[in-house]
């Protein structure tokens, strides 16, 4: 919603301000499709130049996060945390138990209970592989920590492929408003014996293109990126949860401080209060009683 109202907000300031001044817009509407067409196709040609087809696709598909926002709300953190605490509890109580879990997490009781979270592929296999390697004795804590810390970079770094694409287009957005502008001004060159109005709506027309460019430049697709960034960084907290958790489980804390652990990494404004999870835990124990 925030993004909706800030692009709003951009196009009202800019082309109101340049209403109330006294502008007319009829030399932009009339130059505007060719300017956008030599600049828009010019920037998609260089995107889809700088990228493969699934970075491409990653990338369109990013878009939608500047108005959907993060994807972990409070209420998943909460989730995140009875989950965990049901896997390593059974873990602990009933290790050939929990196999069935973590082997077909789509049919488990306990996946099941939270379908967002199992919706989730990165978040699901984090968990199961990390539990299927503690019961193959590999389950040195610094070790393993080490290895989900990489991946998680790993990820990550794939992960912003679609902000990184976005800032590049945007960083070259400008040089392309300069060479549409350059074509305006050779079009005016060859009418130099035209009228100076004539001459003054050539030059004008052209001008629109270095408007163009660093409008959409710094107006659109640099906020765009910087969206992108920061819903993916926040959305790595969520797996940063599973990482402690898990983490402490293999330094064989009980399974209430393992969760305690969790609650308190994570970030405040998504951190369930303590109050808030005992209830949470409660359910979830009168549940699987």
Request: glycine fraction near 10%; proline fraction near 4%.
């Amino acid at each position: 919603m925030l993004g909706i109202i800030g692009i709003i907000v951009i196009f009202v300031m800019v082309f109101g301000g340049y209403l109330a001044a006294g502008g007319k817009m009829s030399i932009i509407l009339k130059s505007l499709p060719f300017e956008f067409m030599m600049i828009g196709g010019a920037g998609t040609g260089a995107f889809l130049i700088s990228n493969d087809g699934a970075g491409a696709k990653s990338t369109i598909k990013d878009l939608g996060k500047v108005f959907k926002g993060v994807k972990w709300k409070h209420s998943d953190y909460r989730d995140m945390l009875c989950l965990l605490f049901e896997l390593i509890r059974l873990a602990r109580q009933n290790p050939v138990g929990l196999e069935e879990h973590i082997e077909a997490p789509e049919t488990s009781s306990i996946f099941t209970r939270y379908p967002k979270i199992l919706s989730d592929k990165e978040a699901v296999a984090l968990i199961c592989d990390t539990l299927r390697s503690a019961s193959m004795n590999y389950d040195d804590p610094h070790q393993v920590e080490e290895v989900l810390e990489k991946r998680m970079e790993a990820n990550l770094h794939h992960a912003m492929h679609g902000s990184h694409a976005m800032q590049s287009l945007a960083d070259g957005l400008p040089a392309l408003g300069i060479v549409a502008a350059v074509l305006g001004v050779i079009k005016t060159m060859a009418s130099i014996d035209q009228p100076p109005e004539v001459l003054g709506k050539l030059i004008g027309g052209a001008l629109v293109g270095t408007f163009l460019g660093v409008f959409l430049a710094y107006g659109l697709m640099g906020p765009f990126a910087a969206k992108v960034q920061s819903v993916v960084e926040e959305d790595s907290h969520f797996y940063g949860l599973i990482r402690v958790v898990l983490v402490a489980n293999l330094h064989n804390h009980s399974t209430n401080i393992c969760i305690e652990v969790g609650r308190q990494n994570t970030p405040s404004h998504s951190r369930p209060s303590f109050s808030e999870l005992e209830e949470a835990l409660k359910d979830v124990k009168t549940e699987a009683a």
